[in-house]
């Protein structure tokens, strides 16, 4: 069975980055587009960030030039590189990976909570 495990959230002051990455572990997959989205309390949950299997990118408009999406299929992780974060980038962020066995799958992470406060 194919999971998705985040890590790298945290508290850090305004003006400050972090680094989140998204690990698929199991056995005998491939994996495609990957992507990372947020949310807060009593909002929708919305997309920052995606790459696809050619290494397209794409962001939102609220984060692009300060976050970078990246992925290094050798080891079936996605990074998100967040720099020059401010409160209001405060949120659970989640991965989604499409993963293929003898189906396709859309995985989740479990999320991980970055909070950006003085």
């Known amino acids: 069975q194919v999971q998705l495990v985040e890590s790298g959230g945290g508290l850090v002051q305004p003006g400050g980055s972090l680094r989140l990455s998204c690990a698929a572990s199991g056995s005998a997959f491939g994996v495609g587009a990957m992507g990372w989205y947020r949310q807060l309390p009593g909002k929708e949950r919305e997309l920052v960030a995606d790459?696809?299997?050619?290494?397209?990118?794409s962001y939102a408009d609220s984060v692009k030039g300060r976050f970078t999406i990246s992925r290094d299929n050798s080891k079936k992780t996605t990074y998100l590189q967040m720099n020059s974060l401010q409160p209001e980038d405060t949120a659970v962020y989640y991965c989604k990976m499409v993963v293929v066995t003898t189906r396709r799958l859309e995985l989740w992470g479990q999320g991980t909570l970055v909070t950006v406060s003085s």
């Open positions: 790459i696809t299997g050619g290494y397209m990118t």
